[in-house]
Nanobody, 115 residues
Framework: QVQLVESGGGLVQAGGSLRLSCATS????????MGWYRQAPGKQRELVARIFSSTSTAYADSVRGRFTISRDNAKNTVYLQMNSLKPEDTAVYYC?????????WGQGTQVTVSS
């Protein structure tokens, strides 16, 4: 059974930083494609960043240059470092794992950026 648990969300002022973590269980993390998605009220869930390996990443245009995704295969954990946060970054952030033709989601963590 694969489980994903996010942490690190909270309330921050515009221009501030937060670091999200997603700890995973199971033994497929090292072969997984990991991603962070977000969903703001009234909007569809959107991809924020994805990491294929330690050196292969992809970002949404809206966060490129401000957010950094990374992974620690020894700890089965993926991170999202968010800098220069903007009010429009306010959303519930979800961790996503894809491996072996399956997909798993975390429960989400709220990020609120005040202006």
């Amino acid at each position: 059974q694969v489980q994903l648990v996010e942490s690190g969300g909270g309330l921050v002022q515009a221009g501030g930083s937060l670091r999200l973590s997603c700890a995973t269980s199971g033994n497929i993390f090292s072969i997984s494609i990991m991603g962070w998605y977000r969903q703001a009220p009234g909007k569809q869930r959107e991809l924020v960043a994805r990491i294929f390996s330690s050196t292969s990443t992809a970002y949404a245009d809206s966060v490129r240059g401000r957010f950094t995704i990374s992974r620690d295969n020894a700890k089965n954990t993926v991170y999202l470092q968010m800098n220069s946060l903007k009010p429009e970054d306010t959303a519930v952030y979800y961790c996503n794992l894809r491996a072996l033709n399956r997909e798993y989601w975390g429960q989400g963590t709220q990020v609120t950026v005040s202006s």
